[in-house]
Each structure stands twice: as structure tokens, then as C-alpha cells.
């Protein structure tokens, strides 16, 4: 079932926006609460106005580096570094910045997310150790990619550990909390997946095709007290070709509307999609139009939490700069504004090593069915001059991914009280009292790959 957030499409009262853009933060809240507190403001505005409470507490932990800060952190990693360097950084979207009260701030990943994509900067970097990890990686995953295409398919079983710590003094030993912990959602290139063994006993363990499948846990709070869960589930991943030639005229319409606030067609959507599609008929052609515009036009940068961005496709299709879940959203709209069903598959991404979250896209062409296109892979591809990766990721994935969640901002069961830390998707779980939601600094999350076996 569809999380209701259609209400973040409602604008904001003039004043409130501007705070908000200035980052004024402290003030907005103060005006947010007369507002709640105003029996002529409409219950209908309310909603939107509580929602952004929750996005204004979330940006200052998000953007914590002072523009000094950042400065020193570059040029103490980065050979010669240069003050004029951050700002060019600064005007061309590389490094992600905002006002925090009154100051440039930047996300505290800035450097990290320059080595990952621009390879000037990584040559300079005074340790090599990640860029090497790097490369080693992508030659594992291109000996992969040579061995799908031989067999045409990869079929492997994982055992993944994943775990939830709670410590906070904000919290009385013996509170209820609700946990979920996610769990592989069965489908689609998941053949089979079973729960092992878990710290406690679950109160509840969701339907194996549930969107955003879950083991549900009630359990009185102690301090530093660790919740986890053992899985086993089996991957078997086709690698497939399609040919425009062969695509049927007869198409489906299913997953092909929109879905508030984040895939909706605005005018702006509507205009790229005419401009990017052009005068092409054949669906698989018109997303392979697509899928080329974000792999190659935009690039890759981290995000904040997504509850922050009241717009997913526009941030990224004006700005083109996006983690993986980003452009994912934004390729799914761009597709179902041109008539191709498409929907959201996210989770981890598992090498045979570790665990990492990842978020890409499902889109369906007749008669082949379902497909995958991952634009950060594919983008990553086109940067490093690999077109035959970045071609593989357009209809494939590798078997190095675990689905936890089949469309987007899709409710738990059983449900939450309260409003997700992330409403959209589910890689690392989520926890919340009778009387709130926690705060991520109250708890941890932590997957592992435990074993990892190629089959036939």
C-alpha cells in the first residue's frame, strides 16, 4: 500500500519558504509552531507544515562542514589543493552545499564523493589505498559481467547478517520499541529466502512478496541492545540482450501513473521526457534514450536523507547530480511519462565480500518482461570509458544484489504509528517507541556478507 504523502506537492506559506531556503531553521520553527498553534490555519496545511518540521531537523546533521572545515579536510587528501578549486567545485554542483543559520554548510561526504567521481581529483589523492580497492572491484565486476554473457545467467546463494543496535538516554529501559528488520522480498531474480535465526523472536514476519517485506519485533528497550536476524536467500540473475526488432506493439499499461509526491508529471517532466524520447515509437528504444541521458549527462553525488527532497526527479533532472536512488526515481518517471511501465527495486547491494545500500530501477518491455537499468552503475561505467558495462546495466544486474524492497514508498506491515525515518525505502530497518520515531542517532544498523557460493 501506497504511503500517502501527497501533501508534500502543497507550496509552502511564502515566508516559511524563504526561511527555509536561507536556512534559517531556528526561525521557520518558531513560525511553523504559531502557525500549528492558529485555529484559521487550514488542517489541510498542517500536514504540509508538520512534514517540514521534520525535513528543517533533519538538513543542519546533514550539512556539518564549514566552508574552513571542508577546505582543510581537501587539501589535506588531495595533492595541491586549491581555495579556488572548492569554488569552482561549489559553482559546477560537485560538492553539495546549503545555509545552515546564516553560513555556507557542506555534507560531510564532500571528499569522499570527489574521489568517487571525478578522476582528476582521485589522481591526486595522497592515499591511493581506496582508488586501488576501486579498480580491483571493477575488474571483479566486469569478470562477472563476461561470465553471465558465457552462461547467460549467474546464479549464486548468499548468508547475510544484519543487525540493529539501540543506545539512548532518551530512552527508559523497558520501553516498548517496534522493530522492523528488512528481509529479501521474493520475485523476480530472488528464487528463494529463508530466515535463519534471529537475536529475539519475531512478533511478525511479512508475506515473502510483500513490497517492503519485513521481520517485526516487540521488544522492552535495554541499553545497547542489539537486535539481528540471519538470512540465507538464492539469486538467480539472466543475462538478457533485448532486440528493438523484436519488441511487440502491443504493450502493457500497468505501472505507468503517477505516484505523489516524487513520480508525478510535471510540466517540467513532461517537456524533458518530449525532449529526451524525441520522435521515437519503440518502447525499448525510448528507454534506452532515457537511460542514456542520465548515465551520461548527469553525474553521481551523495544525498541527504530522501525526506528532505519534496521532489525527487526535478532536484535531480535540474541540478543532474544524484545518488543511485535518485536518478533510479527519476528514470521511472521519465519512462512512465513516456508510456513504459517502470517501478522501484532497492536493498543491498552484496559483493561477495560486503554489503552495501543500493537502489536502481525495473522497467517492463513486451516481450521480454521485466528489466533492470541501473544508472549509477551505468554512469559509473560511462566516467571510468567502459561502454560495455555501462550497456550491461541497461536490461541487466549482476547477482550481486539483494531486492528488500519492490516499488517505492510502499507501507510495513504490520504498520507504523509514525512517519518513516525513510518513508520512500528500507535497507537498514527501522525503529520507533509508542510515543515517536528515533532519532538515527539513537541506533545503528550493520549488514555482512557471511558466505557466498556460485551455483552451477
Known amino acids: 500500500m501506497l504511503i500517502d504523502l501527497s501533501y508534500l506537492r502543497y507550496p509552502l506559506p511564502p515566508d516559511v519558504q524563504r526561511l527555509f531556503e536561507a536556512g534559517e531553521f531556528s526561525r521557520m520553527e518558531r513560525v511553523i509552531a504559531a502557525r500549528l498553534a492558529d485555529s484559521r490555519t487550514p488542517e489541510t496545511l498542517k500536514k504540509r507544515l508538520t512534514f517540514q518540521l521534520a525535513i528543517a531537523r533533519e538538513i543542519p546533521a546533514s550539512y556539518p562542514l564549514t566552508r574552513s572545515a571542508l577546505l ?271 517501478r522501484w527495486q532497492a536493498g543491498l547491494y552484496t559483493t561477495p565480500r560486503e554489503a552495501g545500500n543500493h537502489d536502481w530501477a525495473m522497467f517492463y518491455i513486451a516481450p521480454y518482461g521485466w528489466l533492470y537499468a541501473d544508472c549509477s552503475f551505468g554512469g559509473s561505467a560511462f566516467r571510468a570509458g567502459s561502454e560495455e558495462r555501462r550497456d550491461f546495466y541497461f536490461g541487466n544486474l549482476e547477482p550481486w544484489r539483494l531486492p528488500l524492497c519492490v516499488g517505492f514508498q510502499q507501507a510495513f506491515t504490520p504498520p507504523r504509528r509514525f512517519l518513516r525515518r525513510d518513508p520512500y525505502d528500507n535497507q537498514n530497518g527501522e525503529v520507533e517507541t509508542l510515543s515517536r520515531r528515533l532519532d538515527r542517532s539513537e541506533y545503528d544498523t550493520h549488514s555482512r556478507v557471511v558466505s557466498y557460493e556460485e551455483l552451477d
Open 72 to 342: 582543510a579536510q581537501l587539501q589535506g587528501a588531495v595533492r595541491d589543493f586549491m581555495p579556488e578549486e572548492l569554488e569552482a567545485l561549489c559553482d559546477d554542483g560537485t560538492l553539495d552545499w546549503r545555509y545552515v543559520e546564516g553560513e555556507v554548510r557542506f555534507r560531510d561526504n564532500c571528499l569522499s564523493n570527489l574521489l568517487k567521481t571525478r578522476p582528476e581529483f582521485a589522481q591526486r589523492a595522497i592515499d591511493q589505498t581506496s582508488i586501488a580497492a576501486s579498480l580491483a572491484e571493477r575488474a571483479e565486476l566486469d569478470a562477472m559481467i563476461t561470465r553471465m554473457k558465457r552462461k547467460g545467467h549467474a546464479h549464486a546463494r548468499f548468508v547475510l547478517h544484519e543487525e540493529m543496535t539501540v543506545d539512548s538516554t532518551r530512552l527508559t529501559p523497558g520501553e516498548t520499541l517496534h522493530i522492523h528488520l528488512p528481509l529479501p522480498v521474493v520475485g523476480a531474480q530472488v528464487v528463494s529466502a529463508e530466515l535463519l535465526s534471529s537475536s529475539h523472536k519475531p512478533a511478525f514476519i511479512a508475506d515473502p512478496e510483500e513490497p517492503h517485506r519485513t521481520a517485526y519485533f516487540e521488544l522492552p528497550y535495554q541499553p545497547g541492545m542489539t537486535v539481528s536476524a540471519e538470512l540465507a536467500y538464492e539469486i538467480d540473475a539472466p543475462y538478457m540482450k533485448p532486440d528493438p526488432a523484436a519488441v511487440s506493439n502491443l504493450q502493457p499499461d500497468f505501472d505507468t501513473g503517477e505516484e505523489a509526491p516524487h513520480i508525478v508529471f510535471t510540466p517540467y517532466i513532461r517537456a524533458l521526457t518530449k525532449e529526451i524520447v524525441g520522435t521515437e515509437r519503440n518502447p525499448l528504444l525510448k528507454a534506452r534514450r532515457i537511460y542514456d541521458f542520465i548515465t551520461t549527462q548527469a553525474v553521481y553525488r551523495f544525498m541527504p536523507l530522501y525526506m528532505t527532497v519534496t521532489n525527487i526527479p526535478e532536484y535531480f533532472l535540474t541540478g543532474l547530480r544524484g545518488d543511485c536512488g535518485v536518478q533510479a526515481v527519476s528514470f521511472i518517471t521519465l519512462c512512465r511519462c513516456a508510456g513504459i511501465p517502470a
